[in-house]
């Protein structure tokens, strides 16, 4: 007997939540906590199809920053499609119906983590910059800092966290971690310590926040969940300050959100190769609202830019001429009725730029954007005053 190919993606109730949670079981091979941890603050969708719940995920409404500012994001977590129902584009739809309520809530971007980054290319997503955890020897942190000047002070207060705002400010992509950030981060790792790095009569220049686990062999290992630092001297001291465990603690691995994409870490080691790098899946954003996101988003201050180009959808349908002008720090994408276009750039190229993944025109022109090489290099300037670099993993 044939099976229905009607799918119906709904709110999830508390019974359907559960039955969610125990697909979750059979589709990622273990439970996942964070489905009933972050319900309370998601909205919660289901697929539903024959009366029995086949697949669904939550959607964050959190602000992500882009060129300084915060921009109304859609963060996509915990979803997933029963293997037995896979195919037939039900995973594009069941996206497409997790993001339309955060939509209607005003969200222009949505970020997502996936391993399917082919899949996610095809439907508009963008992986903007590379993935990375790091492992070195403790040893080879010892002794990095010398004499440093800073306090180190454990403990996140209501400062630390403010610092720790302005310095995701700095970067493409970084969330305005919510009330609930601390808490949920507390839940998800139990014995996660903060420290605060300051010198005297300043705010933080440093904040750190580690934990304890086992790594493969059965040692202990320190883990790095927030390395956020304002100076290169604050680096220094943090990675000091980790090296300072030598005596009980072999190894130190960053995770793969913990440090920026920068060969921070690598500049300090007393030895070339000291620190194995582990690839991990990226992080990968669509952009929901092109005129909206770059209405909402920071821009250079310096930045006069008036620049005709065309918008391709994932779909056959042909490029709309859009006009894209920024001037002092803002900036608006309008419909275009002139006579032609400079470049032309798919969904998922213009949410790569937008992140600031294109740190040169050659960058840009390899990955497929066409267009006159002067305009490109315009184009690319836009974006490339900030990098991408989502700290949060969710």
Not at 88 to 94: A, F
Not at 223 to 251: K, Q, Y
């Amino acid at each position: 007997m044939p099976r229905s190919t009607q799918m119906a993606v709904v709110e999830a109730d508390d019974a359907m939540w559960q039955e969610y949670q125990d697909l979750t079981v059979r589709s990622y091979g273990h439970r996942v906590e964070d489905v009933a941890r972050l319900r309370a603050h998601a909205d919660a969708r289901v697929a539903v199809r024959d009366g029995r719940v086949i697949g669904g995920g939550l959607a964050l409404a959190v602000p992500q920053f882009f060129g300084g500012r915060p921009v109304p994001g859609a963060c996509l977590a915990g979803g997933c499609i029963a293997p037995e129902a896979r195919g037939s584009r039900l995973w594009s739809t069941l996206l497409e119906e997790r993001l339309r309520p955060l939509k209607e809530q005003g969200a222009v971007v949505a970020t997502a983590w996936s391993a399917s980054t082919g899949y996610g290319h095809r439907l508009g997503w963008a992986a903007p910059s590379q993935v990375f955890s790091w492992t070195v020897p403790t040893d080879d942190l010892r002794g990095i800092a010398g004499r440093s000047r800073f306090d180190i002070v454990h403990g996140a207060g209501d400062q630390v966290r403010q610092q720790q705002r302005a310095l995701a400010s700095d970067w493409n992509g970084p969330w305005e971690r919510p009330s609930w950030w601390p808490a949920w981060q507390q839940a998800e790792h139990p014995g996660l310590t903060h420290y605060h790095f300051t010198l005297p009569g300043r705010t933080p220049d440093g904040l750190l926040a580690i934990a304890f686990d086992q790594d493969r062999a059965g040692g202990r290992r320190l883990v790095v969940h927030d390395f956020w630092a304002a100076t290169a001297e604050a680096a220094t001291a943090m990675l000091g300050f980790l090296g300072s465990h030598h005596s009980r603690i072999p190894t130190v691995m960053f995770q793969r959100t913990a440090l920026p994409p920068v060969p921070l870490l690598q500049n300090h080691l007393r030895r070339a190769g000291a620190a194995s790098a582990t690839s991990w899946h990226p992080w990968m954003l669509r952009i929901l609202d092109p005129a909206g996101a770059v209405r909402r988003r920071g821009w250079p201050e310096d930045l006069d830019l008036t620049l005709p180009l065309a918008l391709r959808g994932d779909d056959e349908s042909p490029p709309v001429p859009m006009l894209l002008r920024i001037t002092a720090g803002t900036a608006d994408l309008t419909s275009y009725a002139g006579s032609g276009h400079d470049l032309v750039l798919t969904s998922r190229q213009f949410a790569r730029w937008y992140a600031g993944g294109y740190r040169t025109p050659a960058a840009a022109v390899l990955d497929g954007v066409h267009g006159q090489a002067s305009s490109v290099a315009r184009l690319v300037r836009g974006t490339a005053d900030r990098e991408p670099w989502m700290a949060e993993y969710f």
